[in-house]
């Protein structure tokens, strides 16, 4: 039989069923709620009610006593691990112990925790436990916050944990050239991740000293890492498990406080524990997508050509850091990167009150600055009366292009995402009609290789193929939901040559899965990147042996569809696993390939902004088409046109999979999502009744995903991350089309149909 | 700190607890029976009533119709295995179905099996099967079995499955040049490995078609290959996974029906299916060792030196052959190379008989050779009035010998052994006692570097060294109660020169835990040799990766105790977790070694006899004392003195635990054990009350275990095998040592009362 590569791939591109679909279709799956530990007790939390107050003191004297209780701890059992030293660019932890010895910052704020026999005495001794609080004033607002004079909620002279001032080119000269100059002030919501499976662990310590947690993390390695610093313990004594996981969206990207609470509480009962959060701690505790104010000052000269801009942005930070400081500094530099604007000057401060805090969420800062920067886009588009689709077009990034804050510019599919999602949404046909129906469109630029946070975007993959020519991948990616176990199986299906029926990820363990680091979501990238490594090392190992078995030299083999071929004659000599059968049982060589995905140290610098924050970057527009009742308000969203330049659609279907699911978390973020606080700081709607995410009869009837592939140069079979970009433009592309359909300009999210009757009627 | 290696070993020969204990003595080892997997069914299997029948019909109507039964099955739903291939060498499954479809040829060769949603409920379904059988007499003696006339067992022209005939040296000369001919005939007897585990698997098919399976199997790839077959699948369709074993003494090493019964059960059934058999299948479906009929002459010069040695062997075989046919290979040439005796002739017949079948045991053979000869060597010793210490040391082989079928002998510690167990007994003060106390004396020679059977004894390890410097540790080597998953962890600790507490071997699974094929009871030294060398591998790259760092030579380095140290300066450079981490995270290497045991293709000719079975042999000498009643014939054991050349005790303390432990399974095959029938073919005693295995208290007061220590030169750090000599030389060393006391010589296992009274009043 005869075979050739042509160049085209049998794997790579295909639609393949999720790895995962079969287990997780059965209710096979297991989550770290369907894990059970034979004795293990049920953890709980007391929380405080008060969102600004001074511990005085803590009886647990009750609790304790209560039959069925196995321990009960507060922050004076755990070691101070503000001490520890962390990342110096992400300093997570430097402000919040697991549980709080002298303040609350929050409605929340954990102060102690019990484990006994079942969930039920738990919660019985935590209502035992004698907290007394002196109280005050909540903070609430960022901007009263940022006051000299307001109640300091940290033991610091000011509220502002971090502010940073980027300045490139010549902000002033740029402002001095300008025909038109616009200021416009935005502002975002409160966004809560709400995943399905709500955060959780089990912590079991071994007779050597070793904690071993099943936990819903999103990122095994950094989290055991995190874990063992606030614990004080070396991290090789942390052994982080495989589960599947519901949904992250940037929610399990930091260690949460359930992971080191949950681990001091098995330590002290000496018998494993469960901590598993219901539905209201979740909304309060999973650190929420930052509410930001952002000032925005743009000139453009006649011909829609942006020349300077100058921005203010205030993160509302909440109680404490966690990813803010990194959030702030992206919020700025894409300030700085989007569309070909060199001078730039950003003004951006993180400012704690007394909320739930922030950290990571899809997009990671940039659903903020899209909602600023693309509903201005319109503005001005409107105001100099240059169609909105060319002025993004005039200023939009090409190939080559190295932006004001030194963002390199590679491969870059930004002009056809925009060309392409106008066409698809009818862009020409449907725009400025008068029955309350309008198209908006807007684009966006992301890190498509990952983020460089310290030693982030770092990956190792092992593939080993057996002696029946299956292969076994080995790497610390951890599936949550967005199907990178099937992105990987492809790759390495690819690159090996053999089915992906053949290729299976190994269970996630810490132990003996290697490091992967990661921020942002490059798991295509930078994890497909090491296991298309590895991959190739093993095949190499495959064409030794099948060399070895036929005299022939290895130059002249490839694989293909399972088989070993000579590429000269084009004839299958013989199968995958013969040769691998050859190479162990023969030979005695285990076919093992290793490969690794580094990026290198950061480049950036956060004091100036100033350097490449990833190795590529991902862009993305998507248009739609809304009806609107200007009587209450109502938006209705028709359709969405999504295109989406990630390099290479691995596996399309999932890679729609994405675009859909972010396209919902944008819509909901656009039209009704966001925490409502009353003035003493408490949430208004932790519930999914109260908190409005789109149910699938919210989305619009069509939505047309378009994958732009523009192949990059460093990413496996030219493919650059998808999960992100997703949902940036969303929110801005909706805010354009209402404005398109009936002439209010909502700047503020989420755009509930009080603000837009309010525009309709009372502002205009 | 200064530290250096003075060739001195810090974990070999330690007596470190064994890494499985913790689990096992805190009930948390999970054993097949332990697991259940949702919607799991439960097997049983109907049995024949008769010996020796043709079967007419099964009738499965009304079990399939039960509710509950899920799957009711017979051999007609199975594949004709008998004609697949197996090894020439071993064609086990050759003369036997899974179920049987035309006859029955033991009481209890199954027929038919149900899977139902309870036991009782497949139980029930079980006596609703209706079975119609033509019955024949059954044949149970295996001298009569050989005869022509005599009823035949299988659809050939006798009852002899196979026989084999030894001829070596000059025999008639041999016996020309003797100055005392000895003829004396053995009979041994039924034993039954008795594991505390009773066979049992759970087998659950995929949706992929692939069968996973938890079985009670000791050899993993070698089953999952018969299993395939058997099922006639490629064996890549077949994934074995660990469990605790709970002993198998042999009993485990070929595959037994009870796996395919249970994968065609959930096939049919389309849900997994647990069977496990209870202790009374266990008795008569556990492959027993060989009864066997020795009838030995030996030609002795004055001096005591054998000159010729002729035997006819019969093997009982039971219904099938199992691994019969490679057990009277083995019988064979043990009884060519016992002692230094050139001038040998072997006879050897191995004939069926309508009773459960024989198969693998510890010793495989050896343990009746060692009767019969060991006996005889006492009966020669009285005769010429040499003392039976002497007449040992004068025929025992040295090292550098060649034995008269071509056993190479490398390292012996035979005198040595034979020398420490009588002076360890107190053999001169003992001996020639005359108040009914009496010492006897056995040795042997074993295997001692695994058995070349076919494929086997090939073992392939890969040591993980991970990012903190903790060792994982890939072999398809299997745990089954002898200590070896300790034993390996403490050769990978010495060669990569860490701490065994941070080695730990991964749960086997044969998808990704490489194969290890292999026979006899050679783990030490393949498992453990590929071990060793991919420790080795490992250790090369943690030394390139600190020569890196350290900018040093890697020939000046080496590790001592978790640390690498300049071999020059003694001085300690750095952790071995520091260089991992430095090649895992900087230089992006992970640190996995691999390493092979390859044996070679088998070199012995089953045809002759003739050729090297093993790398190489270990050694023993048992001496023990004993009191008999001769008024009931009541034989109480003791002491015992047991030297052991196992090369190295890795551990002494499991070494001795193996002494021990296979002592007392010789003590029961001495005077308790064996298999009774009656007439009609059926197992008389097949329960723990009829069935006496040794308790505690019949166990000797005293055991002195001694090893010695020869160092071979191909075994890791030394070691050889040790675990099937530990029994070899029991029971003709309380053989002899009732002589001694009473002066009765019995020919017969058991030694039970009756056979000493007998003998001594009315024999004598």
Redesign the interface.
């Known amino acids: 039989m005869k075979t050739e590569r042509k160049g085209q791939h049998l794997v790579i591109g295909k639609r393949i069923p999720r790895v995962d679909a ?1 287990e997780k279709a059965r209710g ?1 799956a297991r989550f770290v709620d369907d894990i059970t530990i ?1 004795g293990m007790l049920y953890g709980a939390t007391l929380k405080s009610p008060y969102a600004h107050a001074r511990i005085l003191s803590i009886d647990t004297n009750k609790a304790e006593k209560l039959p069925g209780v196995k321990a009960v701890i507060t922050g004076k059992d755990m070691i101070d691990s503000k001490r520890c030293i962390f990342s110096e660019i992400v300093p997570v932890w430097e402000d919040k112990l697991p549980l709080e010895i002298e303040k609350v910052r929050f409605i929340g704020d954990e102060v102690a925790a019990v484990a006994a026999v079942d969930l039920k005495t738990a919660e019985r001794a935590l209502e035992l436990i004698d907290v007394k609080y002196e109280v005050f004033p909540p903070v609430l607002d960022p901007e009263k916050s940022m006051e000299a004079n307001s109640p300091k909620i940290h033991d610091k002279d000011s509220n502002i944990s971090i502010e940073i001032h980027y300045d490139f080119g010549d902000v002033e000269g740029g402002f001095g050239q300008a025909d038109y100059t616009f200021e416009d002030s935005f502002r975002t919501s409160h966004q809560a991740h709400c995943c399905m499976e709500t955060h959780g662990c089990i912590a079991e310590w071994g ?2 000293g070793r904690l071993t947690i099943w936990a819903t993390t999103q990122r095994a390695s950094s989290y055991q890492r995190e874990l063992a610093k606030v614990l004080g313990i ?3 004594d942390v052994r982080v498990m495989k589960t599947s996981v519901g949904g992250s969206f940037g929610s399990r990207m930091s260690l949460h406080t359930v992971e080191p609470i949950c681990a001091y509480l098995a330590k002290k009962a000496g018998l494993p524990v469960k901590l598993v959060y219901n539905r209201d701690e979740e909304f309060v505790s999973s650190r929420t997508r930052h509410p930001a104010i952002i000032e925005i000052k743009t000139g453009v000269k006649n011909d829609g050509i942006i020349i300077a801009r100058e921005a203010k942005v205030i993160l509302d930070n909440g109680a404490y850091n966690d990813l803010g400081p990194k959030v702030l500094h992206e919020v700025a530099t894409l300030l700085c990167s989007y569309y070909k604007v060199k001078n730039v000057r950003v003004n951006g401060y993180l400012v704690y009150t007394n909320k739930p805090y922030g950290g990571a969420f899809r997009g990671f800062g940039n659903p903020e600055v899209a909602f600023a920067v693309e509903s201005q886009m319109d503005i001005i588009a409107n105001k100099i009366n240059i169609d909105p689709v060319e002025l993004r077009l005039k200023n939009a990034s090409d190939p080559g292009d190295v932006t004001a804050c030194g963002w390199e510019i590679t491969s870059c599919g930004l002009k056809e995402c925009i060309e392409k999602a106008a066409a698809a949404i009818g862009w020409e046909k449907k725009r400025r009609r008068a029955n309350n129906h309008g198209v908006g469109i807007a684009a966006c630029i992301h890190w498509g290789g990952g983020l460089r946070v310290g ?1 982030s975007d ?1 990956c ?1 993959a ?1 593939v ?1 193929v ?5 292969a ?1 991948v080995f790497t610390g990616e951890k599936e949550v939901g967005g199907g990178s176990d099937t992105i990987i199986t492809q790759i390495v299906a690819e690159e090996l040559g053999i089915s992906p ?1 053949v290729v ?1 990820l ?1 269970p996630l363990d810490t ?2 899965t ?2 992967f680091l990661f921020a942002g979501s490059p798991t295509t990238f930078v994890a497909g990147g090491a296991a298309k490594a590895a991959a190739s090392d093993a095949k190499r190992q495959i064409l030794e042996a099948a060399a070895g078995m036929k005299a022939i030299n290895i130059k002249e083999l490839d694989i293909l569809d399972g088989y070993i071929y000579d590429i000269r004659s084009h004839m299958k000599l013989l199968p995958v ?1 013969e040769a691998a059968h050859f190479s ?2 023969i030979m ?3 076919i ?1 390939g ?1 490969g ?3 990026q290198g140290p950061t480049q950036y610098d956060m004091e100036t902004g100033r350097g490449q924050l990833s190795p590529t970057y991902s862009f993305a527009a998507q248009a739609v088409e809304v009806t609107v009742v200007p009587e209450n308000g109502v938006v209705e969203v028709l359709e969405f046109a999504c295109a989406h330049d990630c390099g290479m659609g691995i596996n399309p279907t999932m890679a729609e999979g994405q675009i859909e699911g972010g396209l919902a978390q944008g819509i909901g973020y656009a039209l009704t999502e966001g925490l409502a606080f009353n003035n003493d700081g408490k949430a208004l709607n932790s519930s999914f009744t109260d908190y409005r995410i789109p149910r699938a009869k919210d989305m619009p009837k069509k939505i047309n995903s378009i994958i732009v592939e523009t192949k990059d140069s460093k990413g496996p079979f030219g493919a650059k991350a998808l999960g992100e970009t997703s949902m940036v433009p969303t929110a801005p592309a909706i805010a354009n089309a209402i404005e398109d359909a009936v002439g209010v300009r909502i700047k503020e999210l989420p755009i509930t149909p009080e603000k837009v009757v309010k525009a309709f009627y009372l502002d205009s």
Request: charged share 25%; aromatic share 14%.
């Open positions: 079969s096979e034979p007779d050597d070396p991290y090789s030693e770092f190792i092992v080993e057996n002696n029946a020519g299956q076994y029926k299976r190994m132990d003996v290697p490091s696993s162990y049982e005695g060589i285990p093992i290793k690794c995905f580094n």
